[in-house]
């Protein structure tokens, strides 16, 4: 019986990141509007400017993770 060895998913950490990202801001921005700290129409456009942020943010993650693993990665035998 032959062994596999495992193979690095570069996209897979970032997939999760945004998950997380997305759902702290879909915890956060309702809490906020619920205590009247920014209103529901605050919310809204609150909401969508955080998703863009956190798409940059696992973008230029995973620009980085790139970077690192054409430096380290190694090729499969």
Known sequence: MKLSKNVYDA???TKNLVT????????I???????GLITPEQSVGLTTQLGIV????TG???AISA???I???????
């Open 54 to 57: 956190g798409t940059a943010i």
């Open 60 to 62: 230029i993650i995973g």
């Open 20 to 27: 997380t990202i997305t759902g702290v801001i879909a915890l």
């Open 67 to 69: 970077i690192i693993l």
């Open 11 to 13: 996209k897979a950490p």
């Open 29 to 35: 921005i309702p809490i906020l509007a619920a205590i």
């Open 71 to 77: 430096f380290k990665a190694q090729d499969p035998v």
